[in-house]
């Protein structure tokens, strides 16, 4: 017994250093913690337990959490190929939650997330090896170009970029120079180097939603991958352009799906790409007779989406338009159904969408060269923009009528006449603007040539359409520089045609005092019912309610409700009796006892003011 006294102290004293040094473990793990870098190695760095490794957990490494081209710290597939229990998952959530080791204040436009990386060696130049092993070396160089790197971070693989860029320079060069290069194992490394590096997903626009993107105030979010993107997009123009291609062998690898792959990249945030994009895709609409109409069907199926399920945005409208413009230029008249549909169904009503001012004028373009191919469009067109016309939006109706004044000097005096009468009617309520921009848009009308011509010769139609509005806001509009306008444009009307000028002035005389006569008739019939009604012996009763309303605070009591209530047996007559002018409603509630009750209790057992 006394031996196991003893014992008992001591092991005691162990168990307390044991508690001590656990404390020390853990504060040393929570001051590890405080720094990043120690963080990761703390939570990503450790090895099996034994309780990880019955259950066969992986560890996941450092290297397996590569963070990508968006820097999300995320793992990658290749720590995830066996996940075990749940010790695994917590390990890889803690290690999502930390986050990057840098936040960036703008998100590239484009996700990519390599692979591990490899290291690449340096090969010699094409142009030193021998002519037989030249084709081989470029194949090898294409297969150098294929790796992906994460040129978001630029401390990264420093050495491997530079090797991949100038096998990318290289490649261009020797394909640009050297004839017969192209042959099947070229064409097919080529396409895989090419949708390894510019097929990808695109990140989510950095505009929030509702936002509208202004080109001349914000600045584009630029692709960090944009200096090997360019040389490839430079290299796949040469080759598509180069003597030597073969449309046989590249259609096994330009098809449908790669058509779709490329539109989507469209929405690329990087004008750069974009326009790079636009080269490449006019280049294959010329060269890939059996993909232009699925191109123009894919087209026109991006454009329906941006117009009726109103997308946060899409960048590339301009740049597609821009194609567009090319492909109806060549179109042969007559012009095809097929063409038709696609003026009236999709380009009219892309004019709708809110980024408008960002495509107009490649817009404008397209249906211009529509009217110039068949002027028989020009009533569909005009009707079609005065159908949408904006009611609420200024600057987009100065917009259109800058298009509107595109289309009149493109058209004839004969075609103008057919949208004469509706145009001149939307001139004059822009006329009548409050915004004086949208006046002053509508009023140097007058100075085109086509509408004075037309006033001319259709004056006895248009005139009394347009000068009511121009006699009215003479005087009556804000800003001094419309009424300089107006005069101006009624001094042109005035030489035009004095005599029609001077009926226009008469009538307008006329009307404005049959209005006044109007008016003052209108007055004298409510003066007469106002008297009528104050000889009805039962006006008083709905004394306060002919033209104002009763204060909220003025509410029928307990009492009033219960009389009110019984009166639904009595007849119509004594039931309007009852109704007082503190009653506001103007109908009856249906007698219900248990509520006629409820309200009496609470009348009894409230407490009353002394």
């Not at 123009?237 to 291609?245: A, G, H, N």
């Not at 740049?319 to 090319?326: D, P, T």
């Not at 009533?379 to 259109?400: A, D, H």
């Not at 209108?522 to 033209?547: C, D, G, I, Q, Y």
Request: with cysteine.
């Amino acid at each position: 017994m006394p031996k196991k006294d003893k014992d008992k102290p001591a092991e005691k004293d162990k168990k307390e250093e044991k508690k001590d040094e656990k404390k020390e473990e853990k504060a040393k793990d929570k001051e590890k913690s405080k720094h990043p870098f120690l963080r990761k190695s703390l939570h990503l760095g450790k090895s099996k337990s034994k309780k990880d490794e019955e259950l066969n957990v992986p560890v996941v490494n450092v290297s397996d959490m590569s963070g990508g081209a968006s820097g999300g710290g995320g793992v990658s597939s290749g720590g995830m190929q066996h996940l075990g229990p749940p010790a695994a998952f917590e390990t890889i959530r803690r290690a999502q939650l930390e986050g990057p080791l840098m936040t960036k204040e703008r998100s590239p436009s484009s996700r990519l997330h390599p692979k591990t990386q490899q290291q690449l060696e340096k090969l010699p130049p094409i142009e030193q090896c021998k002519p037989s092993e030249r084709t081989a070396m470029l194949i090898e160089k294409l297969r150098q170009c294929s790796v992906i790197f994460n040129l978001e971070d630029p401390l990264s693989d420093l050495k491997s970029k530079e090797i991949k860029r100038e096998a990318l320079i290289q490649c261009v060069t020797y394909i640009r120079a050297t004839p017969g290069v192209l042959t099947e194992p070229v064409y097919d490394e080529f396409f895989a180097m090419y949708k390894a590096n510019v097929f990808r997903v695109l990140g989510p626009p950095s505009v929030t939603h509702g936002a509208e993107y202004d080109p001349e105030e914000d600045e584009p979010v630029l692709e960090p991958a944009f200096p090997h993107l360019q040389l490839v997009y430079d290299m796949f123009l040469q080759v598509i352009e180069s003597p030597d291609f073969q449309t046989s062998i590249a259609s096994r690898y330009i098809h449908e799906n790669f058509i779709t792959n490329l539109l989507d990249l469209f929405n690329s945030e990087d004008p750069r790409e974009r326009d790079l994009l636009k080269s490449t895709l006019h280049r294959v609409y010329g060269r890939f007779l059996q993909l232009r109409a699925f191109i123009r069907r894919s087209i026109r199926d991006i454009f329906l989406k941006v117009v009726y399920e109103r997308p946060s945005t899409f960048n590339g409208i301009a740049e597609l338009l821009e194609i567009l413009g090319s492909v109806i230029n060549g179109f042969t008249v007559p012009i095809k159904e097929e063409h038709k549909h696609f003026l009236l169904q999709v380009l009219i009503p892309l004019h709708k969408v809110k980024s408008l001012s960002i495509h107009l004028p490649q817009l404008a373009y397209c249906v211009v060269q529509y009217i110039e191919k068949d002027p028989a469009f020009v009533t569909s067109v005009v009707n079609g923009l005065l159908r949408i016309w904006p009611r609420v939006n200024s600057p987009k109706e100065v917009m259109f009528l800058n298009e509107i004044d595109e289309i009149i000097e493109k058209i004839s005096f004969e075609e103008l006449c057919k949208v004469k009468v509706p145009l001149f009617k939307q001139l004059s309520q822009c006329i009548a603007s409050p915004h004086f921009q949208v006046a002053e848009r509508a009023l140097y009308f007058w100075n085109n040539d086509s509408v004075i011509n037309l006033l001319q010769h259709e004056g006895e139609t248009l005139m009394p359409i347009i000068c009511p509005t121009l006699f009215k806001f003479s005087k009556v509009h804000w800003n001094r520089s419309i009424h300089q306008l107006i005069f101006n444009a009624l001094k042109i009307m005035m030489e035009l045609d004095g005599a029609l000028f001077d009926r226009c002035s008469r009538q307008y005389q006329q009307d404005i005092q049959k209005h006044a006569q109007q008016n003052a008739d209108r007055a004298r019939k409510w003066n007469t019912l106002e008297v009528m009604a104050e000889k009805n012996p039962h006006s008083a009763l709905f004394e306060h309610h002919s033209m104002s309303v009763a204060p909220v605070d003025d509410v029928f009591s307990t009492d009033e409700l219960e009389e009110a209530l019984r009166g639904m047996s009595k007849s119509d007559s004594e039931r309007r009796m009852l109704t007082n002018n503190r009653l506001r409603r103007k109908s009856f509630l249906p007698t219900d006892p248990s509520v006629v009750q409820a309200l009496q209790a609470h009348e009894a057992h409230k407490i009353r003011p002394k």
